[in-house]
């Protein structure tokens, strides 16, 4: 698949990093990937006393846990950074290589192929969303060497007809309805930035915000197959009943039960989330940040007596769920 020019151009300026120090950063979450699995069976191996609802709960603070260790690691140890992409794709691989040597041989047919269909999906769903353009604004007709020069200072310009108070209706009206924003991990321009994805090294804008969803529904719908296909491993070789004598693979089995649940929890929380903001017509960074953007602005005027304005919030995008939804799916490219 083509790397879109114009993301090719963003990461060229704003983090160009050599082949070496790209594979070295995957190295890093390999290793991460691999040692929070390990640390994680240390749950129903030596907690085995506790409820399943306990030893959920100590994997969420072991995971937080980790993940602040593993930063301190990584900034005065190691003095390396991780990619966030990589070490999605390597969870996806361990659970899918850990699944091949131990569940798989005691899953029925249809679960395999259903659980294998879906590893498949987000490999391929991962890839389309780091490599796609999100929607970022640059001049076609601009040099190589400055690909978004004019570009960025006619964005400029809206943005300065924003804050000029321009009455909501004008702005409406006035072509700004891409609503372009500022990322300031890629440095540059999106139309209609959502929010950067650091699992997925990428922008969430207008152009690949349908795939964003997509992909998380993947891994939801993937996760809770890998969650069948566990279970029916763990009623056969009866491990829950016998948590004391587990041996390390077995550990390792419940252990990612416990990742995908948590996994699951929060991915499920996050699309609704984003399907509510889908209905209301608004962004996640707008909702963050709708302080700095003036069309979100309602300002009321002073009180009798009072030396100061009120500023509240006030979405002029929203058309109504059915309007809002049709017009999500009309995207324009």
């Known amino acids: 698949m083509k790397i879109p020019k114009a993301m090719l151009e963003t990461q060229n300026r704003s983090n160009p990093l050599s082949r070496s120090k790209l594979i070295g950063r995957c190295i890093v979450s390999c290793i991460f990937v691999f040692l929070t699995h390990l ?16 030893q959920l709960a100590l994997s969420a603070l072991l995971l937080l846990l980790l993940l602040g ?15 966030a992409p990589a070490f999605v794709f390597f969870n996806i691989l361990f659970i899918w290589g850990f699944y091949f040597s131990v569940i798989r041989p005691a899953v029925p047919q249809l679960h395999d192929v259903v659980f294998n269909c879906g590893v498949v999906f987000l490999f391929i769903g991962l890839y389309s969303i780091i490599t796609s353009d999100p929607g970022i604004v640059t001049n076609g007709s601009a040099s190589p060497d400055q690909p978004m020069e004019s570009s960025l200072s006619q964005v400029d310009k809206e943005m300065e007809l924003l804050a000029s108070g321009l009455g909501h209706e004008s702005t409406h009206d006035s072509g700004l309805l891409m609503r372009v924003r500022y990322c300031k991990t890629c440095k540059a321009y999106i139309k209609g930035l959502d929010h950067h994805c650091p699992a997925f090294g990428n922008c969430i804008g207008q152009n690949n915000h349908p795939l964003f969803l997509i992909l998380l529904f993947g891994f939801i719908s993937t996760e809770a197959s890998y969650l069948v ?19 390390l693979s077995e550990s ?18 996050f699309l609704i ?6 209905c ?6 707008e909702w963050i940040k709708w302080k700095k953007y003036p069309e979100f602005q309602l300002v009321i005027p002073p009180e009798p007596g009072q030396s100061f304005r009120n500023i509240r919030f006030w979405n002029p995008y929203d058309k109504g769920m059915v309007q809002n939804v049709k017009e999500f799916l009309a995207i324009q490219h």
């Not at 390792?252 to 929380?269: G, H």
């Not at 989330?273 to 889908?278: A, G, V």
């Open 273 to 278: 989330w984003h399907i509510y903001c889908l």
């Open 229 to 247: 296909c566990s279970s029916v491993f763990a009623a056969k070789s009866r491990i829950l009943d016998r948590p004391s004598e587990l041996t």
């Open 69 to 83: 260790f593993g930063g301190w690691c990584r900034r005065t140890l190691l003095r390396a950074k991780a990619s």
């Open 280 to 285: 209301v017509n608004i962004r996640t960074d």
């Open 252 to 269: 390792l089995a419940v252990s990612t039960i416990l990742f995908t649940i948590l996994q699951l929890l929060w991915q499920v929380v």
């Open 39 to 54: 640390a994680l069976s240390v749950i129903p191996r030596f907690f085995s006393a506790f409820s399943f609802l306990t």
